[in-house]
């Protein structure tokens, strides 16, 4: 727990969000600023901050994320149109919250690669 990270506060219901799915590795919510029709962001339970010098217990989050991100696109209806799975990290990708997180984008044409 990072005591000034949003998304721990979400976590533990300190910053109201709408759960869409939640479970012992990561939870799902619906991004607050979206930049497509469907714009959900999958974010793992412990306060991950960057992909080098994962746990074990991490690389497992990491790749419970990209389970659920793809049974998310499937409620959500885009898994046949399409999606994008983005992660942002640092400052040149503009990272806005030090907690890593799945962006799932989908639900309209997306353009090129990480447009
Ligand atoms: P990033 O820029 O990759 O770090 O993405 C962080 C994302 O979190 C941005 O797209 C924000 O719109 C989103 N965000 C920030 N605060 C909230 C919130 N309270 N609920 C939902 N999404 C949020």
Request: proline share 6%; charged share 25%.
């Amino acid at each position: 727990m990072a005591s000034d990270c949003i998304f721990c506060k979400i976590r533990d219901g300190e910053i109201p969000a709408d759960a869409l799915r939640r479970d012992e590795r990561c939870f799902v919510i619906r991004d607050i600023n979206p930049r497509a029709p469907v714009h959900l962001l999958v974010i793992p339970n412990s306060h991950i901050t960057s992909l080098p010098g994962l746990t074990p217990d991490e690389r497992e989050a990491v790749g419970a994320m990209f389970s659920t991100a793809g049974e998310m696109a499937a409620i959500e209806g885009v898994d046949g149109s399409g999606y994008r799975l983005v992660v942002n990290q640092g400052r040149d990708a503009d990272q806005s919250v030090s907690h890593l997180h799945l962006h799932l984008l989908g639900g309209k044409p997306l353009g090129g690669m990480c447009s």
